[in-house]
């Protein structure tokens, strides 16, 4: 493990880190939900309407991998001024795993 001292992550890395954070577990329900929804079970909305069968299952496949993105937008933009008056405060440490 490798232990570093920074005063600063770029925007680009902690979006990215956020958006695949959010990606599997998102991914993995929406991608659930359409299964569901094409089994007959209303799982899935689409303009304020079940959607059933293959449009079902394509609309929540869709769902999971589109959320996260608007997800990370709103997380990476509070992370971010977090991180930015952190840093005002002292350097982040951070561990990195080999």
Known sequence: MTTLKTH???GGSLYKILYLGLLFPMLVFGLGCGIAAYLGHSTVK???Q???G???LLVGTVLGIVLPIFLSAGLWVLMSIGIWVW???GPI???LKD
């Open 54 to 56: 293959l449009e079902g």
């Open 50 to 52: 079940n959607v059933f």
């Open 8 to 10: 600063g992550l770029s």
């Open 46 to 48: 689409f303009n304020e």
């Open 93 to 95: 440490q951070l561990t």
């Open 87 to 89: 840093t005002r405060l």
